[in-house]
Each structure stands twice: as C-alpha cells, then as structure tokens.
C-alpha cells in the first residue's frame, strides 16, 4: 500500500517561492512516474510536473522554467520547488504516484500567491 502525504503550501506574495513535498509512505522503488497536480477554484485539475523512476521530467508550459520537480528516493520523497509565483500559480497542489494500473493521491496542500 502507498500513502502520499503533502507539505509546504502556504501564503507567499508574488515573485516568491515555495517549496512543496510529498512524502511516500511505502516503497517509492515500486512508483513508475510521480507528478505534481494543480486545480483552482472553477478550473480542471492540470498537471504541472512529472518525473519518471530514472529521472526525466516534464513541465506544463505555464511553469517552465520557474517551477522544479525532484525526487529523493533515499527520503521517499517528491518536491516540487516553485520559483517566481503569480497569482495564477493560487490552487490546490496534490501529488500523485503511478505504479502499474494504480494511482495514488495525496490529499493536497493549499498554495495562494497574493498580487
């Protein structure tokens, strides 16, 4: 079984940064892909980053270039570092892990990026 858990969420101004984790409860090993996933008030859920078991990664274009997914398996854990924040980066962040046919969900952690 694998539990995901988020962190790092808050308030920031914009130009600010954040960093978001998501802590792996279970084997991360097991996870094919882990990505990071957004959804603001009245809009679809969009991901914004992905990275693969061996390490590739890839962004929506609204955030390259300032947002950065890692992954530390040695921690069992994903961030997601968000540099540059505007307002439109405001949504719910939750982490998301691949394995097979399984998807697993965190429970998501609030960021919102004042003008």
């Known amino acids: 079984q694998v539990q995901l858990v988020e962190s790092g969420g808050g308030l920031v101004q914009a130009g600010g940064s954040l960093r978001l984790s998501c802590a792996v409860f279970g084997n991360i090993f097991s996870i094919n892909a882990m990505g990071w996933y957004r959804q603001a008030p009245g809009k679809q859920r969009e991901s914004v980053a992905t990275?693969?078991?061996?390490?590739?990664?890839d962004y929506a274009d609204s955030v390259k270039g300032r947002f950065t997914i890692t992954r530390d398996n040695t921690k069992n854990t994903v961030y997601l570092q968000m540099n540059s924040l505007k307002p439109e980066d405001t949504a719910v962040y939750s982490c998301h892990g691949n394995r097979g046919s399984s998807d697993y969900w965190g429970r998501g952690t609030q960021v919102t990026v004042s003008s």
């Open positions: 990275i693969t078991s061996g390490g590739s990664t």
